[in-house]
């Protein structure tokens, strides 16, 4: 339909845009030069013929968009006398140029067997060239184009621009991803391609990455392992304590990594990456919950067996417990199933954490009635003694007055668990709360809004002010800063000219100074925006922006 679409002449027929999502911006670049004879344009101009290219052959890449600086362009300047003079109108300077300014194909040639391509080459690639036009002649005498207008190198009317590291205007190069695709693998792929890039360029020019999302895959996946490997060994040890068997807390802690083994291959077969919403609501308590009641049990009858056999002690040990290990390991799978049914953003980003949380007790199940109590039946000491864990002594020394305090006064202690249950109620009524908890990105994204109607160039200093003031107040805590304003070559973000949008890369948190939390950093970056007059800020961060503006869409 884009094709049959019928618009006044000089407008360009509207294109599909890159095939990805809103969290397709992945990574960014500047391009700067160190000579200051090395205009903008030229910038532009290297950076859409040589690099933008090169970047778009990258497997995964779905567009290569530039942000900033000028895009040249031949301005032809009529001068109506001089027209008049020669008896020609605009529609007769256009029409030249339109028909001296194409490349043609001729066909081809055989000769002597070999086929040869005719081409005619008409593209015009200077100004000296577009002078030399002929319009007509006149008497004999050819009429160019230099004859009723001046032809210059100028720019395209500009809708938007970057500025960055405070150091004036550049130009910004901004890579999306396929849908799809793996931003990790992208991203690498991307900074690889850069390297290469950048020897092709002159020595003044160069490439520098700004924001590349592999900084934050690898510290949400380092967080993962951290999270699951603390949490595994802080499980382990609990039921090292409580078993009071080393060997029976062996046995309960590889159901560990045997559930989670069998988790991963159906995360597999089902498409699920392994990322921070699918491993990080991971419980290992209520991974091992069915194994402990299967050892623990086990290993109470093998201290109470008197003389029967060992295989049999084992098996009415583990068909005692194995319906309430069954339906109380169903009923926690159940607690999950609404969460499949959530649809839009919510399921996108919800359903992967349900499904693993599935996987890995439905393997949790299975293990603690087929391998738990073979490996019980293997491992555990056969003739154990019937005293309890220490552990276990000293809660029920601990548990017993309190018990007998409770029975005696049976109705104070139901007042006043009541009045904690009420007191819980109205506290959660007044005290904000969160669904997901907030990732922390190691950058800020503050997007600004100014009065209708500013100039670009005003728009441009005033965002070059700001950042050298957040660069001189903040040098421990930014590793890079720059800004976008207006809108870019391909309207990704259709703004205004009133509307910025500040991202601030954060250097590590142990080096920060004028803060020790990212809130705390906010709130001390907030001042800075509120002492320009007519601006209001809103700080989000990169992927979190995006995500807002996608549910708002």
Known sequence: RLQAVELPDGIARPQLGPVSSGLGEVFHYVVRSDQTNRTLAELRELHDWVVKPQLRQVRGVAEVNAWGGFEKQYHVVAEPERLIKHGLTFADLIEALQANNQNVGGGQVVRGGESLLVQGLGLATGVQQITDIVITAHEGAPVRVRDVATVQVDHEIRRGAVTAEGRGEAVLGLGFMLMGENSAVVTRALRQKLAEVQAALPADVKLEVLYDRTELVEKVIRTVEHNLLAGALLVVAVLFLFLGSLRAGLIVAAAIPLSMLFAGDLMLQAGIAASLLSLGAIDFGLIVDSSVIMIENCARHAAQRRGRAWLDTIRDAAVEVRRPTLFGELIIMIVFLPVLTLEGIEGKMFRPMALTMIFALAGSMLLSLTLMPVLASLVLPRSAPAREPWLVRACHRLYAPVLDLVLRWRRLTLLGAL????????????????????????????????????????????????????????PDEIEHIWSRLGT?????????????????????????TKAKTQPELVEAMRAVFQQVPGMTAAFSQPIEMRMNEMIAG
């Open 419 to 474: 009045a904690v249950v009420a007191g819980a109620g109205l506290l959660a009524t007044r005290m904000g709360g969160e669904f997901l908890p907030k990732l922390g990105e190691q950058a800020l994204a503050v997007s600004t809004v100014r009065l209708a109607g500013v100039a670009l160039d005003e728009a441009v200093a005033l965002n070059d002010r700001i950042e050298q003031a957040l660069l001189a107040q903040f």
């Open 488 to 512: 870019a070559e391909v309207a990704t973000d259709p703004m205004g000219i009133e509307l910025t949008d500040y991202f601030i890369a954060l250097k590590p948190r142990g080096q920060w």
